[in-house]
């Protein structure tokens, strides 16, 4: 049975990896409402996992399809939630790497991600960074190697209990022990700490 | 820029705390905002799933391409092509006057198969002649996925149904 540990950490999200546990344990056994609810529950989190690579988002769409389409095929292989997210993001992320490298696609050399944002026309920007709070964040991440901008992106739509899972999925362990910090977040938060705006 | 306050610098190594939660979640809500996943897809891909139990071979997009008529700038025409290990399937797909769209496609090798076409309405059949070619003149806008029914007979890729992606129409 899945690691059932108390929701101490944050209600907001109470134990979700359990939760993906239980539906993946009905998929296999063959429940179509528990495998859309799968994939409803962790799509947007490939979808990040797609688009950081520099994917349209047709092709992102795509992808995400193609991953669903062979995650069915290894069902019977996968049996807690770290397995399935860390399946799935490593899938996905080398799928999207095959598209990107048959199109005739160009990643950018620099693979900024904010730099990469799609353009949703004038003054959408503004409408994003509604508040202060949110524009130091955006300013502070973009001060991150693109790596740590990948990741964090990636990790902040994972379940909690997977975050280990989905950073050794992109070769970047962040713990061996119990999920630590990390040094992109421990980068980003000295960037905060810092920052001359916040006085 | 100042120092990080050097009390207490996070270190990479200390568990993850309530700061990086809000953090991780203040990153979600801004990439949320900024690049959301487009919010039918998930619908769209249970679409695909449902199809599972088939027999299947699944065809992934190879190149797309989008030509927009210069002459008249509203007209677009939409070229996919789907590669499978058996079969390599072409479409291009142009809008009717009446709000359908027309689909003529090519499968490579050229053959005989029947085709079917998922819809969101009722699904529509077509077959491929000698040449590989068919067409579905009406197709109603939406999701649609094609599905190229098992060769009858024959020593290779016999007994299979090749499948794209769901795809919009």
Redesign the interface.
């Known amino acids: 049975m899945a690691d059932r540990r108390p929701a101490t950490i944050r209600t907001s999200q109470p134990d979700r990896g359990a939760r993906i546990a239980g539906l993946l344990g009905a998929a296999r056994e063959g429940s179509e409402d528990a495998l859309g609810q799968i994939v409803a529950e962790l799509s947007p989190l490939l979808w990040q996992v797609t688009r950081a690579t520099g994917l349209s988002s047709g092709d992102a769409e795509d992808v995400l399809q193609t991953v669903w389409l062979r995650l069915v095929a290894h069902l019977d292989d996968i049996h807690d939630s770290a397995a399935l997210v860390g399946w799935l993001v490593t899938t996905a992320k080398r799928e999207a790497w095959r598209v990107c490298a048959r199109g005739r696609r160009q990643l950018p050399a620099d693979q900024d991600l904010l730099a990469e944002l799609p353009d949703r026309g004038p003054g959408s920007e503004e409408q994003v960074i509604l508040n202060d709070q949110r524009r130091r964040l955006w300013a502070a991440i973009s001060l991150l190697s693109a790596r740590c901008q990948e990741l964090l992106r990636i990790i902040a739509f994972a379940p909690r209990p997977d975050y280990a899972a989905v950073a050794a999925a992109l070769g970047m362990p962040v713990g061996s022990i119990g999920p630590t910090r990390g040094r992109c977040l421990a980068k980003l938060r000295a960037l905060l700490a810092s920052d001359p705006a916040a006085s | 820029?100042?120092?990080?306050?050097p009390g207490h610098?996070?270190?990479?190594?200390?568990?993850?705390?309530?700061?990086?939660?809000g953090?991780?979640?203040?990153?979600?809500?801004?990439?949320?905002?900024?690049?959301p996943?487009?919010a039918d897809?998930?619908e769209?891909?249970?679409f695909?799933?449902?199809l599972?139990d088939l027999e299947i071979e699944?065809a992934?997009?190879?190149?797309?391409d989008q030509l927009t008529v210069a002459a008249r700038g509203t007209e677009q025409s939409r070229t996919i092509t789907f590669d499978s290990d058996s079969l390599t399937i072409m479409i291009r797909i142009e809008a009717n006057r009446d709000g359908t769209v027309r689909v003529d496609g090519w499968l490579a090798p050229p053959q005989r198969r029947e085709i079917e076409m998922k819809t969101a309405a009722d699904p529509l059949t077509a077959a491929s002649d000698e040449q590989g070619r068919f067409a579905f003149a009406r197709v109603p806008r939406g999701t649609a996925q094609l599905i190229v029914a098992p060769a009858a007979r024959g020593p290779a890729g016999a007994g299979r149904s090749v499948v794209t992606?769901?795809?919009i129409l």
């Open positions: 820029m100042t120092p990080p306050d610098p996070p270190a990479a190594d200390d568990p993850l705390d309530e700061a990086d939660f953090l991780l979640d203040g990153i979600r809500e801004l990439f949320q905002a900024i690049d996943m487009p897809l998930p769209r891909i249970r695909s799933l449902a599972r699944m992934s997009l190879a190149e797309q992606p769901a795809l």
